[in-house]
């Protein structure tokens, strides 16, 4: 009664042959083995699940020889590349970052080859070579059966009644009181991973005198050195310059403004300065480093904006304006180094910043 | 010549003729063009009337007739030779739109006509000046010192090999790749647009050597693990091995999974049988009523 | 047959010594034949496997030549741009790797693109499991141990990615270490007590070198072998299909198939490894430099997987709290905690959610196509859009740099899409699904298009449908209905509204259920032609309450969504035929 005959083939309606999705040859179907029924599930025809033994030859034996030996020419290939990765790496050597890059084309060249023949010669060798076989296996159900529960239940009660864990409580509370120390003790040993915090992220290794030195090349900076307006500088303090830990919360940026461009309002925490134009030098500022965000070091300056911008997470400030917080989630200003000149006219700080440097904590306040 | 002439009628001349036209022409203009400043300048024969000359007739119109200044452009009084080299060499001066931030571009002036003008430029009112070929060496720098330099001070806009990096409001740093030694050294002396200055005070003209020793060697070294991938570090590896590992390795799942098809030879046999027994009753449905 | 075949007598040998030892015959054999449904999806999690093989075997290549230790060296090897540099003694045994052990490179390279795999196929893999509903029961215990993979991945990824010191990871350190230190009350302790004191200190490499060569791969291992042993006992899901039901697996045989599948799969992977690691440059530390708190980069971000952690704090706004002598950050806590507890801790808790909402509490062996759960899905898709906003929002500077966009309006823009995104997706992926689910309907009714035009007799132009075959059909018919809860107007004869609606829970799960009820069926009495009104309706299952007639269980499928014998004697603008 259908109307497309076009479609239609002798044993019953033929979808139109596509290239993807075209329907396989059915496929012979297994039983599972596992000793359950094994429902026919249907396969568009009738099939007995009779047929338990796994076939040992090809569907289709002249396109397996074929296949055959495409993949024997995959592994003969994935051996020679093999082969030349040893080769490469006896003959080639590294030592130079020309060297290096020809080996690493070389070995890697070869190791690709070797694996990805392997890869494929397995995959032709299942898809062409061996028979299309399908399995159908039962699931069991998950749940044991009320039986095996129950008698799980009475092992198990037999057995806590044998201990009379649950009729003498002094020994169950006693035991529980045993472990506890026990369970406190890995984490007590970890006491001494480190030293307590104490006040050392309030400090930094800034005193009065202290020498501001150029990093890198570690020498310092008198006014007239650093006197091209719009100038920025990273600066360490001096004695510290090749210590990590300090210069985590003492690295400085140093900036010259034009004059009248420097405009540092004079700001207090409580009773503690903690910016203002005293702390300046000729239009040279000094600023912590250390975005107030998470600590990374604050280093895109901007001239013509004066802002400084944290390349970590877009924290903005104005060098201007004493390091305001214009943009980003930077919540404080960068702390100002009070600096002044020393007698030989090398700028030097007057003393520690006056506020915790870097990132936010608890006990900051 | 009676040889091209036999062959003339060929498709393959007309190709032929295509390509000798483009050759031609590519020679032509390499030949008639003139490039911008290329190798180290010397100071020697600078003219400053010469300087003044062209100052006036291409960059008065924004920056002043006497290089005062205007509300277009800022004063080049005391700016230096070696910013007006800068500017001018890497083509950013003259400048195309006023007020936005300025690209490198292919430079219309000659090295000679660039040191003219940076000698008038430098003679009305002194600045940093042009470094000299030894300046500007990298025989025997010290590009570990270097590498800490770029570090502390130029990666941060740059990017860690100077493949450029974002600034605020639309600005950027540009990639360092197409510098000379000569534009790195007076950008850095001169401070262009929103790079800072970087006086001989406190980076010495050794310590710029080195710099630039790091800049060229880091560009011009190998990527030894292949392809750079921009050298911009963990984004373009995440695309990478999104799009080409798991992509690539999405489609041969596919290729594992799918269904065996019949061999295409043996599903044409079986098509044409099918064929053949299907002529005489496969056309039974066309009653639809 | 395979009688034939003459095993050598070594392994025979061996066998029967191993049995006589271990009693495996029969257990092996099962095995032998035990089923593994074939689709590729199924494949995803083998990838994170075999990545995760890879980098056990490079791993342990390069733990020959690294030395996890910060001592200072004066570096004097073959990467000469940095000879006369002082760094780490970890930076300097990396270059050493890199420039002066043959395939050392190679190894690095391959361990790096490996692990970069391994976090991407699991990310890929838990997109697939949850899409097609593979979490559900039994399977809840499974689910969450692959999102303690995923989270153990995270840290081993971090961690490893962060020994060789140099500049970008020693950023990410820092920081972490920033981070760490905002925590409340237990912050800075925590911060020196990992790091051994001040940031950086000289206890953080050797710390994280073995929380990444022994610890964390000691737990994944055991996570994964517990994963592919419930994986086993259960039996993998399978697709809906024909002859799929839910008491059986379909596929092919474990020995020879999936096992010679699965050795392909591993060369393939691993080939692909190499590959990347050929061609393509990744984490190369000699172009960072070695790390120092002074310095930083552009374009400074972490792996890709950290990627949502970074974007979180970029898009932030300045937010802090000082009250009683005590500051708390929450421009920093809020993104540390917040997405990932969203996302992992919402994919945690979402098999309970559903079971919760939908009252489902039966076996689940066959997938569902995601189609057919617009909410499952819609939720799934809201929460990609989220990570993906933050995701990119973490390479905001190199989108500004390469696109030209200005790096304020990126963020910007981010700050808005991370609520919006997530509501409009959520809202259009439902639609979506929904709206294919009508096309379902639409082939369950009419057949397939084939687009042959036919003439009739008097004129008309028809175009003729095919009828579904068998496997179309499955495919389609393999759909459940879910179930209402009794709703809120319910209530039984005497005026008592049903237990499970009351209260504020009741209320929230009441209307829950109403959503993930919300299908396209068939109506129960059509012949299928089913344009008639309310196509979309829950089916009620309930005592009371009910709003439709039919009487549908969960589970079922209406019979009428079998299609009509003749669906090709009329089209939809005729009367359809009689009934005798």
């Known amino acids: 009664m259908s109307d497309i005959e076009e479609v239609e083939g002798p044993g019953g309606p033929v979808p139109p042959p596509r290239v993807i999705g075209t329907p396989p040859p059915t496929p012979r179907l297994l039983g599972s083995g596992d000793g359950a029924e094994d429902v026919a599930a249907g396969h568009g025809t009738e099939v007995e699940p009779a047929e338990e033994r796994m076939p040992d030859v090809s569907d289709f034996p002249s396109h397996a020889n074929n296949a055959e030996k495409i993949v024997a020419a995959c592994f003969l290939i994935a051996f020679i590349a093999g082969c030349g990765f040893i080769a490469a790496y006896i003959g080639l050597e590294v030592g130079s970052v020309d060297a290096a890059f020809r080996s690493n084309l070389a070995l890697g060249l070869a190791l690709s080859v070797a694996l990805l023949g392997l890869g494929f010669g397995a995959l032709i060798w299942v898809r062409q070579l061996m028979p299309d076989v399908e399995v159908v296996e039962q699931r069991h159900e998950m749940r044991s059966s009320d039986a095996d529960r129950a008698a799980f239940a009475e092992y198990f009660a037999e057995g806590t009644g044998a201990s009379q864990f649950v009729k003498r409580p002094m020994i169950r509370r006693t035991l529980m009181l045993a472990t506890l120390p026990l369970v406190a003790i890995p984490i007590v040993v970890l006491r001494d991973l480190g030293p307590l915090p104490g006040t050392s992220l309030r400090h930094t290794v800034w005193s009065p005198g202290r020498r501001l030195l150029v990093y890198g090349t570690n020498t310092p900076v008198t006014p007239a050195q650093f006197s091209a307006p719009g100038g920025m500088i990273t600066i360490v303090p001096d004695g510290y310059q090749d210590d990590p830990d300090q210069l985590t919360k003492a690295a400085v940026i140093l900036i010259k403004f034009r004059p009248g461009e420097l405009n540092i309002p004079t700001r207090t925490n409580g009773s503690t300065v903690i910016g203002t134009m005293n702390w300046t030098v000729d239009n040279i500022v000094a600023y912590s480093k250390i975005c107030t965000h998470v600590g990374c070091p604050v280093a895109l300056y901007e001239q013509t904006t004066h802002h400084i911008l944290c390349p970590c997470h877009q924290s903005t400030f104005d060098a201007a304006t004493g390091a305001t917080v214009i943009f980003g989630p930077a919540p404080r200003p960068l702390p100002q180094l009070p600096m002044t000149v020393d007698a030989q006219g090398y700028l030097v700080a007057k003393s520690d910043f006056t506020q915790p440097v870097g990132p936010s904590f608890w006990e900051r306040g | 010549m009676g040889w091209i002439n036999a062959r003339r009628r060929r498709p393959v001349a007309g190709y032929a003729a295509l390509l000798l036209g483009l050759v031609v022409v590519a020679l032509l203009y390499g030949a008639l063009t003139r490039t911008g400043a290329q190798a180290a300048p010397t100071t020697a024969q600078q003219n400053i009337a010469n300087g003044q000359a062209l100052f006036q007739?291409?960059?008065?119109?924004?920056?002043?007739?006497?290089?005062?200044?205007?509300?277009?452009?800022?004063?080049?009084?005391?700016?230096?030779?070696?910013?007006?080299?800068?500017?001018?060499?890497?083509?950013?001066?003259?400048?195309?739109?006023?007020?936005?931030?300025?690209?490198?571009?292919?430079?219309?002036?000659?090295?000679?006509?660039?040191l003219d003008i940076a000698a008038y430029i430098q003679s009305i009112g002194g600045g940093p000046q042009i470094p000299t070929p030894a300046q500007v060496s990298t025989a025997g720098a010290d590009t570990a010192l270097g590498s800490q330099l770029f570090s502390a001070n130029c990666a941060q806009c740059h990017g860690f090999a100077g493949a450029g990096g974002a600034l605020t409001y639309g600005k950027d740093a540009p990639a360092m790749t197409q510098a000379t030694p000569t534009q790195i050294y007076t950008a850095m002396l001169t401070g262009p647009e929103a790079m800072p200055v970087f006086s001989d005070g406190v980076i010495s003209p050794q310590a710029k050597r080195d710099i630039i020793a790091y800049i060229?060697?880091?560009?011009?070294?190998?990527?030894?693990?292949?392809?750079?991938?921009?050298?911009?570090?963990?984004?373009?590896?995440?695309?990478?091995?999104?799009?080409?590992?798991?992509?690539?390795?999405?489609?041969?799942?596919?290729?594992?999974?799918?269904?065996?098809?019949?061999?295409?030879?043996?599903?044409?046999?079986?098509?044409?049988?099918?064929?053949?027994?299907?002529?005489?009753?496969?056309?039974?449905?066309?009653e639809h009523r | 047959m395979s009688d034939n075949i003459d095993f050598p007598k070594a392994l025979t040998g061996t066998g029967s010594w191993l049995d006589d030892r271990f009693h495996g015959a029969r257990g092996l054999r099962v095995f032998l034949r035990k089923v593994f449904p074939d689709h590729w999806s199924f494949l995803l999690g083998e990838i994170a496997l075999w990545s995760f093989v890879i980098l056990l075997l490079t791993g342990t290549f390069l733990s020959f030549f690294f030395v996890p230790s910060t001592a200072e060296v004066v570096y004097h090897g073959s990467y000469v741009k940095l000879d006369g540099l002082r760094m780490s003694e970890a930076y300097a045994s990396t270059l050493n790797i890199s420039f002066d052990v043959r395939a050392g490179l190679l190894m690095r390279q391959i361990h790096h693109w490996a692990a970069d795999l391994f976090m991407a196929a699991l990310t890929i893999h838990m997109l697939r499991v949850f899409f097609t509903g593979a979490y559900r029961k039994p399977r809840e215990v499974n689910w969450l141990i692959g999102i303690a993979l995923f989270s153990l991945g995270l840290v081993e990824g971090l961690f490893g990615y962060s020994l060789p010191d140099d500049q970008l990871s020693g950023a990410g350190l820092r920081i972490f270490e920033g981070v760490l230190q905002g925590i409340p009350i237990v912050g800075t302790y925590l911060a020196f007590f990992l790091f051994g004191g001040p940031f950086p200190g000289n206890y953080i490499v050797p710390r994280m070198y073995i929380i990444h060569v022994l610890l964390i791969p000691g737990l994944i291992l055991a996570l994964i072998t517990a994963h592919l042993f419930i994986m086993v006992h259960q039996k993998h899901t399978q697709m809906p299909a024909l002859g799929n039901t839910e008491k059986n697996v379909v596929g092919q045989p474990f020995?020879?198939?999936?096992?010679?599948?699965?050795?392909?799969?591993?060369?393939?992977?691993?080939?692909?490894?190499?590959?990347?690691?050929?061609?393509?440059?990744?984490?190369?530390?000699?172009?960072?430099?070695?790390?120092?708190?002074?310095?930083?980069?552009?374009?400074?971000?972490?792996?890709?997987?950290?990627?949502?952690?970074?974007?979180?704090?970029?898009?932030?706004?300045?937010?802090?709290?000082?009250?009683?002598?005590?500051?708390?950050?929450?421009?920093?806590?809020?993104?540390?905690i917040v997405p990932l507890t969203v996302v992992l801790g919402g994919a945690a808790f979402w098999p309970f959610f559903e079971r919760w909402a939908t009252g489902d509490k039966s076996w689940h062996n066959i997938n569902d196509r995601p189609r057919n759960a617009p909410i499952r899905t819609a939720t799934g898709i809201a929460a990609v859009t989220?990570?993906?906003?933050?995701?990119?929002?973490?390479?905001?500077?190199?989108?500004?740099?390469?696109?030209?966009?200005?790096?304020?309006?990126?963020?910007?823009?981010?700050?808005?899409?991370?609520?919006?995104?997530p509501v409009v997706a959520f809202i259009v992926t439902r639609r979506i699904c929904l709206g294919l689910q009508r096309k379902d309907k639409n082939l369950l009714e009419h057949g397939l298009e084939t687009g042959i035009i036919r003439q009739l007799p008097q004129g008309e132009f028809i175009e003729v449908h095919r009828p579904l075959d068998e496997e179309e059909l499955a495919l389609l018919e393999a759909?459940?209905?879910?179930?209402?809860?009794?709703?809120?107007?319910?209530?039984?004869?005497?005026?008592?509204?049903?237990?499970?609606?009351?209260?504020?829970?009741?209320?929230?799960?009441?209307?829950?259920?109403?959503?993930?009820?919300?299908?396209?069926?068939?109506?129960?009495?059509?012949?299928?032609?089913?344009?008639?009104?309310?196509?979309?309706?829950?089916?009620?299952?309930?005592?009371?309450?009910?709003?439709?007639?039919?009487?549908?269980?969960?589970?079922?499928?209406?019979?009428?969504?079998?299609?009509?014998?003749?669906?090709?004697?009329?089209?939809?603008?005729?009367?359809?035929?009689?009934?005798?």
Not at chain 2, 260 to 268: G, H, K, L, S
Not at chain 3, 556 to 576: K, Y
Request: hydrophobic share 40%; net charge negative.
């Open chain 3, 479 to 580: 759909k459940k209905v879910p179930a209402l809860l009794p709703g809120p107007g319910s209530a039984d004869e005497n005026g008592l509204p049903a237990p499970q609606g009351r209260g504020v829970m009741g209320r929230a799960r009441v209307i829950a259920n109403r959503g993930f009820a919300e299908t396209i069926v068939v109506e129960a009495d059509g012949h299928g032609n089913g344009h008639g009104p309310a196509e979309e309706h829950a089916v009620g299952a309930g005592p009371a309450g009910a709003e439709e007639q039919a009487e549908i269980g969960p589970g079922e499928l209406p019979e009428s969504s079998i299609p009509h014998t003749d669906p090709l004697l009329w089209h939809p603008h005729q009367e359809p035929p009689d009934e005798s």
């Open chain 3, 386 to 421: 989220f990570y993906g906003v933050l995701w990119a929002e973490g390479a905001n500077d190199v989108i500004a740099d390469k696109l030209q966009i200005p790096l304020y309006t990126i963020t910007w823009i981010a700050r808005v899409m991370v609520f919006v995104g």
């Open chain 3, 255 to 336: 020995f020879p198939y999936f096992m010679a599948k699965g050795g392909a799969w591993f060369f393939f992977i691993f080939g692909a490894c190499a590959v990347l690691a050929t061609f393509a440059t990744i984490n190369p530390i000699w172009l960072y430099g070695p790390y120092t708190p002074v310095a930083i980069s552009s374009a400074s971000q972490p792996d890709w997987y950290m990627g949502i952690l970074e974007g979180s704090l970029r898009i932030m706004p300045a937010w802090e709290i000082n009250f009683l002598g005590h500051t708390l950050s929450l421009s920093v806590l809020i993104p540390f």
């Open chain 2, 216 to 286: 060229v060697q880091t560009r011009t070294e190998a990527n030894p693990g292949g392809l750079s991938l921009g050298r911009t570090g963990p984004i373009t590896e995440g695309l990478v091995i999104f799009l080409g590992g798991m992509g690539v390795l999405v489609l041969i799942a596919m290729w594992i999974t799918a269904k065996r098809r019949e061999p295409w030879d043996v599903a044409q046999q079986e098509n044409a049988r099918a064929g053949q027994s299907a002529g005489t009753s496969g056309t039974s449905g066309t």
């Open chain 2, 57 to 114: 007739a291409t960059c008065s119109s924004c920056h002043g007739l006497e290089a005062q200044g205007t509300d277009q452009a800022p004063s080049l009084i005391g700016a230096g030779a070696a910013a007006v080299y800068f500017q001018m060499s890497t083509g950013r001066m003259p400048a195309k739109e006023v007020g936005a931030e300025n690209e490198r571009k292919p430079t219309t002036f000659t090295e000679q006509e660039i």
